[in-house]
């Protein structure tokens, strides 16, 4: 499960970011865009309440439209962690997608879950069965 951040769609890369993830042999098997509101940008990240980005990083994700994507290929998770690189973009690799697009460790292009099982309740946030094209 991704999201491409709202960074990534003001600054028109989404395409490209999509692209990358389809040539790293990533299927989408779902797609939206979809503008959370703050509420439900807060249910996304309600694991993080406690910690002192929260609030900025709901506002954030509130701030404009996103693209979640349910993604499937082998070894996805680990995949998908090496193609985003780093949280904070300044110590991702190069030529991974948070150091070519990222801004800051907020604002970072990219989120992919972190495990199996948060990939299948963060895919449940964004996505019924009926959704998922295989
Ligand atoms: P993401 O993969 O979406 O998961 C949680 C997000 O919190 C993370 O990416 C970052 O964008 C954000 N985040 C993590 N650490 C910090 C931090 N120290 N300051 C601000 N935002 C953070």
């Given at each position: 499960m991704s999201i491409i951040k709202p960074d990534a769609l003001r600054a028109g890369k989404a395409g490209r970011i999509l692209a990358r993830i389809e040539d790293d042999g990533?299927?989408?098997v779902a797609l939206r865009l979809v503008r959370l509101t703050r509420a439900e940008a807060e249910g996304f990240y309600e694991v993080h309440r406690?910690?002192?980005?929260f609030t900025d990083l709901c506002d954030f994700m509130s701030s404009g439209p996103c693209i979640a994507l349910a993604l499937e290929r082998d070894d996805a998770i680990v995949r998908l962690r090496d193609l985003m690189g780093a949280t904070d973009p300044s110590q991702a690799v190069q030529g991974s997608i948070r150091k070519d697009f990222g801004v800051s460790v907020e604002q970072n292009a990219i989120h992919g879950s972190d495990g199996p099982e948060t990939a299948r309740v963060e895919s449940r946030y964004f996505f019924s069965d009926l959704d998922l094209v295989r």
């Open positions: 990533f299927r989408v406690k910690r002192a980005f």
